[in-house]
């Protein structure tokens, strides 16, 4: 993003908080809702990560999995109109 990729213990974080402003030469690619339903996902996978649990517990993961699709669906067409537009595609 924006001539490179954050590094660090917190790249994931880094990552999507750059996406939601513009840079430069780009607009926002995700807007703050998508942001806050990737969140859900990244605290998950920190979670299964660096808990090394293998049973999941299906209550606190049922709304990642029944949200899934929503959550792509809402990605893909924030993505599908940052390309669109012209603001980031081949850059």
Known sequence: MDGGLPSG????RELMDSMTTPGRERSAV???QSI???DDYLEFR???RHAYIFTLNW??????VLGCHETLKLVEAELDRFFEAGTGGGQ
């Not at 209550?59 to 990642?64: A, N």
Request: proline letters at 0%; a negative charge.
């Open 30 to 32: 995700l807007s703050e």
């Open 59 to 64: 209550d606190r993961v049922k709304s990642l």
């Open 36 to 38: 806050e339903h990737l």
């Open 9 to 12: 213990e917190f790249w994931h």
């Open 46 to 48: 920190h979670f299964f």
